[in-house]
C-alpha cells in the first residue's frame, strides 16, 4: 500500500512487526490476536481493526471470543469505544 511512499514504515511492518514481533514464542498468534484487537478497539484504532478482526479470526479466535472481548472491554476502555469496536465487529462478521 505505501511501498513507493513510505518504504521504510512497510519495512518495518513487514520485516520487524509481521516478521519478527508476531514470530516471537512467547504468545501463540490466537493469544496476539486476541491481544491486539482489543488494544487497537480500545484506542479507537478502527480502521486497523477491521483488518485485524479478520486476522484474529484465522488465527483461530471465534466470532464469539472476540465479540466476547469488546463487550468486556466496555467497562475498561470505555463504552464508546467498545460500540465503535463493536459495529466495526458487526460489518466484519455479517457485513
Known amino acids: 500500500m505505501f511501498g513507493d511512499f513510505a518504504p521504510g514504515l512497510v519495512h518495518f511492518t513487514d520485516d520487524v512487526l509481521f516478521g519478527e514481533v508476531w514470530k516471537r514464542t512467547g504468545l ?11 488494544a487497537l478497539a480500545a484506542r479507537g484504532n ?4 477491521v483488518y485485524h478482526l479478520g486476522l484474529a479470526q484465522e488465527n483461530g479466535n471465534s466470532e464469539t471470543e472476540l ?17 465503535a469496536a463493536m459495529a466495526v465487529a458487526k460489518n466484519v462478521f455479517r457485513g
Not at 501463540?28 to 482489543?38: E, G, H, Q
Open 28 to 38: 501463540s498468534p490466537k493469544d496476539r490476536s486476541l491481544v491486539t484487537v482489543t
Open 46 to 49: 478502527t480502521e486497523q481493526l
Open 67 to 83: 465479540i466476547e472481548a469488546i463487550t468486556h472491554l466496555a467497562f475498561y476502555a470505555g463504552w464508546p469505544q467498545a460500540m
